[in-house]
T-cell receptor
């Protein structure tokens, strides 16, 4: 199957700083990528849909100014957690849809810890 | 809105035995896809099996098969000849044919005992 690479796999940052997470589709072009958040022992919660060349679509309750998403090319989407707080600590996962079947392929995830 | 329900938070099975994980969903759409994903301790999401709603035949992938009951909106996963490596979280997911968004169930943690 297609490969989606997410970087970094782990990051620790101080409260108040920003951190960027990258999601790349390595062997296919993805017009649409998705960002999820997963709390311990919980399911994946969709945060936003990232569309190449246009603004991201955020799910209800997700602060777009806090979680900035940029999908500048067909192979790269970034999620920036701005002014991070300890409650932003979580596991973040991206996925990319490979059409025409629009099968979803997932990155390895990023463990964010805000201290 | 579509919802996906997994009523079994945890399941366990003996190695080489068969286990069935349950999933129900709610939708008013007629064209959609259903998936089972596996999330091992590494937390990498892995597609196990996929079912198109328009297909009556149940999908099968080696030791994994589904029982898709469209009228009942049920989509269970059967794992045959369970192996230690099958131990993981299993998520049932729904995707409308008109959108790329996946809606996940709450997951079932599967333990496999030797």
């Amino acid at each position: 199957g297609a490969v989606v690479s997410q970087h970094p796999s782990r990051v620790i940052c101080k409260s108040g700083t920003s951190v960027k997470i990258e999601c790349r589709s390595l062997d296919f072009q993805a017009t649409t990528m998705f960002w999820y958040r997963q709390f311990p022992k919980k399911s994946l919660m969709l945060m936003a849909t990232s569309n190449e060349g246009s603004k991201a679509t955020y799910e209800q309750g997700v602060e777009k100014d806090k979680f900035l998403i940029n999908h500048a090319s067909l192979t790269l989407s970034t999620l920036t957690v701005t002014s991070a707080h300890p409650e932003d600590s979580s596991f973040y996962i991206c996925s990319a849809a490979q059409c025409p079947t629009c099968e979803a392929f997932f990155g390895q995830g990023t463990r964010l810890t805000v201290v | 809105a579509q919802t996906v329900t997994q009523s079994q938070p945890e399941m366990s099975v003996q190695e080489a035995e068969t286990v069935t994980l349950s999933c129900t969903y709610d939708t008013s759409e007629s064209d959609y896809y259903l998936f089972w994903y596996k999330q091992p301790p590494s937390r990498q999401m892995i597609l196990v099996i996929r079912q198109e709603a328009y297909k009556q035949q149940n999908a099968t992938e080696n030791r994994f098969s589904v029982n898709f009951q469209k009228a009942a909106k049920s989509f269970s996963l059967k794992i045959s000849d369970s192996q230690l490596g099958d131990a993981a979280m299993y998520f049932c997911a729904y995707r409308s044919a008109s959108t790329d968004k996946l809606i996940f169930g709450t997951g079932t943690r599967l333990q496999v005992f030797p």
